[in-house]
């Protein structure tokens, strides 16, 4: 069982490490990464993609057991060591990474996307299908003031999706690269869906 107490810590001391700004070059490669969970046996996965085709290039998986129930501030805790050990296993790590989940909009500006981006010191950003929390004004999501995520309609008919930067990229930028990597009539970023795709053939399988 989690221990609330100790992760809100650990959330607070991984913060301050967050770069919101642009830190890498040229982009070739995107990853994108999801862990699918049914009754508590979860797979995650990472795809990777070129950045030009959105073709396949590489794909990594890791199973386990989840035991923790879902709370969306701790979410990096429940399947971040999956999503870690999976893009641990890649053969090259892409050059930015777009995960299911949070970025730095949330309560300690550490979300599951900024989580790993810190830990793995790998660009990367958040997608997720609602703000976590903040105020929305104008299409971006603000927090205590600061706009922190921005509201990105990818598909004709359907609510927008919630993106955020997780770590050593921009909001601007991170709304751009999920913009670009969409491909119809997918709603989620093709890496994020692919990764979805695949962990949930891959955990059928296993059951």
């Known amino acids: 069982m989690l ?5 809100e810590e650990e959330q607070k001391r ?6 919101l700004r642009d830190d890498f070059s040229g982009i070739k490669a995107i990853g994108g990464a999801e862990a699918y969970i049914v009754d508590g046996k979860a797979m995650a996965c990472v795809v990777v993609c070129d ?6 290039k590489e794909k990594a998986f890791a199973s386990g057991i989840i035991g923790e129930r879902f709370m969306p501030e701790f979410r990096a805790y429940r399947e971040g060591p999956l999503l870690g050990e999976a893009l641990s296993a890649l053969r090259k790590k892409p050059d930015v990474m777009i995960f299911s989940g949070d970025g730095v909009l949330h309560p300690r500006r550490i979300g599951l996307a900024a989580h790993l981006g810190v830990l793995f010191d790998i660009p990367s950003l958040g997608v997720a299908r609602e703000p976590l929390c903040g105020e929305t004004k104008g299409g971006f999501v ?4 600061e706009k922190l995520a921005q509201l990105v309609k ?17 909001l601007a930028t991170a709304a751009s690269l999920v913009k670009g990597s969409i491909r119809e009539p997918h709603k989620m970023p093709e890496p994020v869906h692919l990764a979805h795709k695949f962990a949930k053939k891959e955990l059928s399988g296993k059951r």
């Open 51 to 56: 950045a030009s085709t959105l073709e396949v």
């Open 154 to 170: 990818t598909r004709e008919h359907a609510n927008p999706v919630c993106v955020s930067p997780g770590h050593r990229m921009s």
């Open 3 to 7: 221990n609330i107490r100790k992760c």
């Open 142 to 145: 603000y927090l205590d003031g």
């Open 14 to 19: 991984l913060a301050p490490k967050v770069v």
